[in-house]
């Protein structure tokens, strides 16, 4: 059965850790992405990639790094210089990079950091 | 630059009664639009999408939307609501590989 898996789907982090979040796709897809979401604010874009050992910086990128060694994986990694890291994070692939390709989303990892 | 609007953070309907979520977007080129749905504490789900061709779009869940260029509009419609409606609602535009949402529409639906 084909999707994206995120995990944890909850995680809890003292401030000033580093932590990072799992993205694991079995679609075949080429690009991948990850967005924050906080209430009342949509979802911004992190990071996304379109190809393997290839990523761009999206909006909001500050305090975020990523790494795309293979096809399927993309993982997030939330350094201690995010500001506010606390928030739902959301990965998602297409099958290419276009405009009209429609995104998949996984379930989410909901991040707290205390 | 592409950005996306929707009017009302929360909308309540009655079981039975229509939906209407509103969207409009700016771009400067012609407009690739999506609705996704996210139920509590889960990813997004694909309601539907335009790329090309026929403006009203029929998605899942007897969801349809229709594309205005004219309003720059892209509201999304359900005839009759049911419970299970009940969850936020995004409106996206794409521009090149990325997409921009909206900030969201609750609906909730009153029995």
């Known amino acids: 059965d084909g999707g994206i898996t995120q995990s944890p789907k909850y995680l809890f982090r003292k401030e000033g850790q580093n932590v990072t979040l799992s993205c694991e796709q079995n679609?075949?897809?080429?690009?991948m992405y990850w967005y924050r979401q906080d209430p009342g604010q949509g979802l911004r874009l992190i990071y996304y990639?379109?190809?393997?050992?290839?990523?761009q910086k999206g909006d909001i990128a500050e305090g975020y790094s990523v790494s795309r060694e293979k096809k399927e994986s993309f993982p997030l990694t939330v350094t201690s210089a995010q500001k506010n890291p606390t928030a739902f994070y959301l990965c998602?692939?297409?099958?290419?990079?276009?405009?009209?390709?429609?995104?998949?989303f996984g379930p989410g990892t909901r991040l707290t950091v205390l | 630059a592409q950005s996306v609007t929707q009017l009302g953070s929360h909308v309540s309907v009655s079981e039975g009664a229509l939906v209407l979520l509103r969207c409009n977007y700016s771009?400067?080129?012609?407009?690739?639009l999506f609705w996704y749905v996210q139920y509590p504490n889960q990813g997004l789900q694909l309601l539907l999408k335009?790329?090309?061709?026929?403006?009203l779009v029929k998605g899942i869940n007897g969801f349809e939307a229709e594309f205005k260029k004219s309003e720059t509009s892209f509201h999304l419609t359900k005839p009759s609501a049911h419970m299970s409606d009940a969850a936020e609602y995004f409106c996206?535009?794409?521009?090149?590989?990325?997409?921009?949402f909206g900030t969201g529409t609750r609906l909730t639906i009153i029995p």
């Open positions: 335009y790329t090309t061709g026929a403006t």
């Open positions: 998602a692939s297409s099958t290419a990079p276009g405009a009209y390709n429609e995104q998949f």
């Open positions: 679609l075949n897809h080429d690009a």
């Open positions: 771009s400067s080129v012609p407009p690739y």
């Open positions: 990639s379109q190809i393997v050992n290839d990523f």
């Open positions: 996206a535009v794409s521009w090149y590989e990325k997409l921009t």
